[in-house]
């Protein structure tokens, strides 16, 4: 069947015309014919090939999936794991580095994404230590302007482990003053990567924390993160006796 595509191929593309008038009759087929959509569905089965963590031996059924609407549209959020149990095997989750950014490029499934599972992989990286992830994730979070993505709008967990509790209600406090860093800098969450940094910069209202946070209490045992990270300083972390440094928020 190969002489088949080919001829198909040789027919689709106009090879049996002159140059001249290939080109007209390719924009007009264009137009007719789009190639190419919003959904970035070629992009999406290209990339659902690539992932590995779990691995989708059927592309195209997991293309299909992202346009499936239901049960509802924005995908379930399910609780990760304690954080001593991701210390534990930190490899299981960084492992998984390389499908996030996969399937954050891919305008279906960022559409359904939400900001509760965006914050449950941050609290994953973190617990894995793994500073790339952090950042990406902690990027990506800051590039979602709907008032849903506002950090006083992080749903609470309400996690039965103490530990989980303490380390989420860090997290979203050092999300939202990693946030309010980058505003102070004339940054916006609505910047485009062609912003004019001569002109003045937008007003903006400051993030906020959610308001759950205020009631989680300091840990009564110290946590340590990574063992590399055993240095106070003053952050919403190290306040619950949490230790692990920042640093990996603080990107632009």
């Known amino acids: ?3 088949l595509h080919e001829l198909l191929v040789y027919l689709w593309n106009f090879r ?18 789009p190639t190419s959509t919003g959904l970035g569905l070629r992009c999406a089965l290209r990339h659902a090939r690539s992932l590995q963590h779990p691995p989708q031996p059927h592309p195209y ?6 346009l499936w609407p239901f049960p509802s549209w924005h995908f379930p959020a399910s609780m990760p794991p304690p954080p001593r149990r991701i210390m534990a095997d930190p490899g299981s989750i960084t492992c998984q580095g390389r499908d996030w950014m996969y399937l954050r490029s891919m305008p279906l499934w960022e559409a359904r994404d939400t ?10 990286a973190f617990c894995a230590a793994d500073g790339h992830m952090i950042s990406y994730e902690t990027e990506y979070f800051w590039r979602k302007t709907s008032p849903r993505w506002a950090t006083a709008n992080i749903p609470d967990p309400r996690c039965e482990d103490s530990e989980q509790y303490a380390v989420m209600a860090s997290l979203a406090e050092v999300l939202t003053d990693s946030f309010t860093w980058r505003l102070n800098l004339g940054l916006r969450r609505n910047d485009t990567p062609c912003t004019n940094r001569d002109k003045e910069p937008l007003p903006f209202e400051p993030e906020v924390y959610p308001p759950w946070t205020a ?3 300091a840990l009564s045992d110290k946590l340590l993160i990574h063992e590399d990270e ?8 190290h306040r619950r006796n949490i230790y692990m440094a920042t640093g990996h928020f603080y990107t632009v």
């Open 1 to 3: 069947m190969g002489w």
């Open 16 to 33: 049996y015309l002159p140059i001249k008038y290939r080109w007209p009759l390719i924009k007009l087929r264009r137009r007719l014919v």
């Open 61 to 66: 059924l997991f293309v299909l999936r992202l």
């Open 115 to 124: 900001p509760e599972r965006c914050f449950y992989r941050l609290y994953q």
């Open 215 to 217: 009631s989680v209490p």
């Open 230 to 237: 055993d240095i106070y300083f003053d952050s919403p972390l």
